[in-house]
């Protein structure tokens, strides 16, 4: 028997990433969210929802641009900072350490440090209560040569992503390959 428990947001797991953005004085800011996901395939998309409070949330309604970085786990702490300080506040990225890369595709920096980064342009935004999701298209999507597999293809284990247990509030590391997709159903057939 399934235990029920009511209407929230429980979807195991989110992704962390960290979106980069420039704010009107062309600073560049990082926040972590775990509301995201692809949205559409063509044109390729992504979602990402944020509250209206956030300091992201007024650059990218300026910009119309963001990044998704994707960091590894041995960034973890860095993106649970980003996600907690305030840019309003504090230079995160001087905070962590990291490097701000200014993108030639849109108007968002990147970081540097992180195996992934997917760059986008805002297409549409939705006003959904809490947050309000926006709609990326991507523009490119950029891996580390030592985060490719031997067939020059993004290789889950070596970018190594993080991903998060919202209602638990705990970070894991994505776990071992256990099939091919579109492959191991099959065995239905």
């Not at 509301?35 to 509250?51: H, Q």
């Not at 998060?164 to 256990?178: C, D, K, L, N, P």
């Amino acid at each position: 028997m399934k235990k029920s428990f009511g209407a929230q947001t429980m979807a195991f797991p989110n992704p962390v990433w960290c979106i980069g953005s420039y704010d009107a004085q062309d600073r560049p800011n990082l926040m972590t969210v775990a509301w995201g996901g692809i949205c559409c395939s063509k044109p390729p998309a992504v979602t990402i929802s944020l509250r209206k409070a956030t300091y992201t949330y007024g650059n990218l309604m300026v910009r119309k641009a963001y990044t998704v970085n994707v960091p590894s786990v041995k960034y973890v702490t860095a993106a649970d900072y980003v996600g907690i300080a305030s840019g309003k506040k504090t230079d995160k990225f001087k905070t962590t350490g990291l490097t701000p890369v200014k993108s030639d595709l849109v108007d968002a920096p990147y970081v540097a440090e992180f195996p992934m980064v997917i760059e986008c342009k805002v297409i549409h935004t939705f006003e959904i209560g809490l947050h309000t999701q926006f709609i990326g298209e991507i523009v490119d999507v950029k891996v580390e040569q030592d985060a490719l597999d031997d067939a020059g293809q993004p290789d889950m284990a070596k970018i190594a992503p993080i991903v998060y247990g919202s209602q638990v509030q705990t970070y894991h590391r994505v776990a071992e390959e256990i099939g091919k997709a579109f492959s191991v159903g099959k065995a239905f057939r």
